[in-house]
Every structure is written in C-alpha cells, then in structure tokens.
C-alpha cells in the first residue's frame, strides 16, 4: 500500500496533517501513539470507511482513493477488525460469516458455509460455529470477526485496536491468531497497545503524533533507540501503565 500526503479534517481540526508511508506486501505495520493522534482515522481512510479531503491511496496499481473506485470492492480486499465487536445477535457465528459471502459475492449456501467453516477453524473455532454470539466469549467474539474479514479473502487486514476490550487471556487468543496471520504473510496495519505484539510481530512501527508522522522504523531501533525525544517519551510513558 501506498498512502501518500493524507490530510483530513473534522471541521476545524485537522486529524491527519500530510501523512505518508509505504507497507509492502506480507508487511505488519504497527500504528502507535497518544490518544488522538489519528490512529484510527489513518486505518478508517485506508479502506474508504472515512473519505480523505486531499492525498492518494494505492493499493497495488489500484487507487483506492479515486472516485471511480467502489469502496464496497475495496473493503474486500482490505479488510477491518474494529475494537467493538459488531456481529449480528440474530445469528450464528456461521451465519454472520455466510451473509457477506451470499449478499456480497453471490456464493451458494453451500459453498458459503464451507468457507465460513474452514474460516472458523482458521481462527480455532470450528466447534463454535453454531453458537450466537451472547454465547461466546469476547474474545471468541473478535475471532469470529476476524474469520468474517478473511472469508473475504482480503489482501491487507486492518485491525484497531482488537484486544483492549479484552482481560488478559482472551486478547492473547486473539493475539495468537494474528501471530498466525503473520505467519502466513498476511500484510497487516495494526492499533495496538500491545507492545510484546509490536515487537514480536511488526516489520515496521509508525510513531504518529498530532496528525503527522513523527518517525518509523523496525522495532528494536524504534523501542531501544528513538531518533526524538517525543517517542521517547511515549515508550517510557507506556512501559510504566504496564509496571
Ligand atoms: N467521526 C468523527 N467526527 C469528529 N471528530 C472525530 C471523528 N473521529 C475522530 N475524530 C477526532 O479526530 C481526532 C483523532 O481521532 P482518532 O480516533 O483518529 O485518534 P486515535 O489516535 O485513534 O485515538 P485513540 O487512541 O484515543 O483511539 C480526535 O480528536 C477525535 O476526536
């Protein structure tokens, strides 16, 4: 992905001041920063959730951000893990994976529930899949989210910030099924707070501060040797909330 000079403002703020980077394929790209820093509407642009007002967006040769380009198409091929859980209460793990998949690619029954199926081991699920999502946990919750997304087959898989709802345990399930999408080379822009994640995982982390880009870089020199004083002081700030 090629995001270059993004801005974008809610009335009078400006949440994105010029902010560009390239993630290549099979790379995970951690998004890190304070509370406000445009996390989150960075990850919403890249798959049109959110309309910028000046910049580009490639996805490969395809621009994501031209006019032309249906954002229904796009959110397909990078695909969202958002922090609240959205599934439908109405129906089975199966089925909030099969609606996309007949409604949106026009799959048999048959075929649909095959891939949600195989999705739902994916994700370690496999027993679950006729369950409804009062009775999962949130974190079996968020697995079946992510099984939604890749039953798309997406090329990126954008996730904010999928475990700070969780406790402890269960965010490392959902961890640990994103240590296996990095596995398997999936190319990843991640929120996250979950720092021995960043380390383990990212190729890349992006330090970004009001709007802008402070500075990125792979995550031994990021965490043990920061070019400013801002990210500094962040990492310390964030080792001392984990003490
Ligand atoms: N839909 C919206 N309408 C108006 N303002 C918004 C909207 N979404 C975000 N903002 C504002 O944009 C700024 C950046 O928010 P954003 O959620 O992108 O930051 P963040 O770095 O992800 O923060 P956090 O870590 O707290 O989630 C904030 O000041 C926020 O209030």
Avoid: W
Wanted: aromatic share 4%; net charge negative.
């Amino acid at each position: 992905m090629r995001i270059e000079n993004l801005h974008k403002s809610y009335g009078a703020e400006e949440v994105l001041r010029g902010v560009s980077l390239e993630i290549d394929r099979g790379d995970v790209e951690v998004l890190v920063g304070p509370s406000g820093s445009g996390k989150s509407t960075l990850l919403q642009c890249l798959n049109r959730l959110t309309e910028i007002d000046s910049g580009h967006i490639y996805l490969g040769d395809t621009e994501v951000t031209a006019s032309e380009t249906d954002p229904n198409e796009i959110r397909q091929q990078i695909g969202m893990v958002f922090q609240d859980i959205n599934l439908f209460a109405h129906l089975t793990a199966r089925k909030n994976i099969t609606l996309g998949l007949r409604k949106v690619r026009g799959m048999s029954a048959e075929a649909a529930r095959e891939r949600a199926d195989s999705e739902l081991d994916r994700v370690g699920l496999a027993d679950q899949a006729d369950s409804y999502p009062a009775q999962l946990s949130g974190g079996q919750k968020q697995r079946v989210g992510i099984a939604r997304a890749l039953a798309m087959d997406p090329e990126v898989m954008l996730f904010d910030e999928p475990t700070s709802a969780l406790d402890p345990e269960l965010s490392n399930e959902v961890l640990a099924v994103m240590d296996e999408l990095v596995d398997e080379g999936m190319t990843m822009v991640v929120v996250t707070h979950e720092m021995r994640f960043a380390r383990g995982a990212a190729s890349g982390i992006t330090f970004l501060a009001d709007g802008q880009i402070v500075e990125r870089g792979p995550p031994d020199r990021l965490f043990e040797n920061p070019s400013h004083e801002r990210t500094a002081q962040f990492f310390e700030n964030i080792s001392h909330d984990h003490d």
